[in-house]
């Protein structure tokens, strides 16, 4: 080994393109003349005991499109930062002295932490106490604030979509109503993407509240056009309508979510009398290889990660910015969730399609125009006509369009 070298570890969470990270700083690392090491089992390989390999292009060839991590990771341990969505917990003196020690001896200009809030959380407390860090977003959930994606997101987005084909064929064929449960804590962006690009019928969200009369509403309105099947897409994280999320507490931990589900399609079954099946894809999006998009902003953060740390800009975390690779203050980052607005152009363009949130009765308008607001839309002919005129067109088209269906 040259006396300069990158350190690097995967902390959190698996999911694909990991690895794609791994080897991009490796590769970044040694066009620069810096040696690479890689840190075992996340945070915990920094410490009592130490445990680490040499990161070379021998052993992370053909690493590009393996799902998983090399080094391995751990959302547990010594060096756990969080306990709820922004709740800091202080990473002990002597475990920071000691990752600190470790860092001098081994001569490591920079540490990449490849992580989600949680665990760059810890590379922000490694910041202060002046171990030299750069931060790599990663989680499949995409709930981190300071970049308009995570790698791992589009990765997750595929599986659910995949897994919801599969299920539109088996649903129709059948005419029963599935609901899938998909991850996402307490952000609702893989059910948001997967439930448009799969063709779900309802999509219930954390950001968004609902209620059971305008699930079954939506369903009994397919089944008036014809549609004796539906397809409802649950985020883990979205709260019941009387309140509270479903999952596991556990003491010294985020919740364990989970179970949501189930709940849902039991209770459209009661009150519809009709079959309903559950599936839940749970650690099946964390799996497997990588998208390409994912590939590439992978690959992209590592070689961005390593050019941070020549340039001594330490205590930052790359992020993307359509189409530029940037990087932003790690604490910019951490302990703010970027969650769905509302009134976003993705649940906009999902309620003209028809999608239901649970918040609205099927046959609502699918944009909420607010009273008195008028707006002029003009022809080649410069011909000015009535809001309130130009929606009922439009809904007269729209019920047109299902009665086709």
Known sequence: MSSKRIGILTSGGDCPGLNAVIRGVVKASSQLGYDCVGFLKGYEGLYDPVRYITLTHKNTSGILNQGGTILGSTNKGRFAATVGVADRVEIDPELLAGVKHTIDQLNIAGLVCIGGDGSLAVAQQFHEYGIPVVGVPKTIDNDLSATAFTFGFDSAVECATNALDRLHTTAASHERIMVIELMGRHAGWIA????????????????????????????????????????????????????????????????????????????????????????????????????????????????????????????????????????????????????VEHDGSAVQAARALGISFGDCPADESPFAWSEDFDVEVATSDDVEFDAEFTLDIAEAATEEALAEL
């Not at 985020?235 to 931990?253: D, F, I, R, T």
């Not at 070689?303 to 910019?332: D, F, K, N, T, W």
Request: overall charge neutral; proline content about 4%.
């Open 192 to 339: 948001l993407h997967a439930g448009i690009a799969g063709g779900g019928d309802v999509i219930l969200l954390p950001e968004i509240g609902w209620t059971y009369e305008n699930v079954c509403h939506k369903i009994l309105d397919r089944e008036s056009h014809g549609k004796r099947f539906s397809l409802v897409v649950v985020a883990e994280g979205a709260e019941l309508p009387e309140g509270g999320l479903v999952g596991e507490e556990k003491s010294g931990a985020q919740a364990k979510l989970g179970g949501i589900g189930q709940i849902v399609a039991t209770e459209i079954e009661r009150r519809l009398h009709r079959e309903v099946r559950v599936s839940v894809l749970g650690h099946l999006q964390r799996g497997g290889a990588p998208t390409t998009f994912d590939r590439v902003l992978a690959t992209q953060y590592g070689a961005h990660a390593v050019r941070l740390i020549v340039q001594g800009r330490l205590g930052e975390m790359v992020c993307y910015h359509p189409p530029e690779i940037e990087s932003v203050p790690i604490i910019q980052a951490v302990n703010k969730l970027r969650t």
